[in-house]
C-alpha cells in the first residue's frame, strides 16, 4: 500500500507564489510518475503537471512558465512550486502517484488565490 501526505496550501494573494509538497510512503520502487492534480469548485479534476522517474515533465497550458514540477527521489517526494498565481488557480490540488498500474491519491491540499 501506498500513502500520500500533501503539505504548503494556503491562502495567497494574486502575483504570489506557493510550494506544494507531497510525501510518499509504503510499498514504493523505483520506475514510477508522481503529479498534481487540481479540482476547483463546480469543475471536473484536472491534470497540473507529472513528473517521470526519470525527470520528464509534462504541464498543462494553464500552467507552463508559472509552476514548477520536481522530485527528490531520496525522500520519496514530489514539489509544485508555484509563481504568478492567479485566482483561477483556486483549488484542492491533488498529489497522484503512479505505478504498476495502480493511481494513489492523496488527500487534498486547499490553494485560494485572492486578494
Known amino acids: 500500500q501506498v500513502q500520500l501526505v500533501e503539505s504548503g496550501g494556503g491562502l495567497v494573494q494574486p502575483g504570489g507564489s506557493l510550494r506544494l509538497s507531497c510525501a510518499a510512503s509504503g510499498s514504493i520502487f523505483r520506475a514510477y510518475v508522481m503529479g498534481w492534480h487540481r479540482q476547483a469548485p463546480g469543475k471536473q479534476r484536472e491534470l497540473v503537471a507529472t513528473i517521470t522517474s526519470g525527470g520528464s515533465t509534462n504541464y498543462a497550458d494553464s500552467v507552463k512558465g508559472r509552476f514548477t514540477i520536481s522530485r527528490d527521489d531520496a525522500k520519496n517526494t514530489v514539489y509544485l512550486q508555484m509563481n504568478s498565481l492567479k485566482p483561477e488557480d483556486t483549488a484542492v490540488y491533488y498529489c497522484?502517484?503512479?505505478?504498476?498500474?495502480?493511481?494513489?491519491w492523496g488527500q487534498g491540499t486547499q490553494v485560494t488565490v485572492s486578494s
Open positions: 497522484l502517484l503512479l505505478q504498476r498500474g495502480n493511481n494513489y
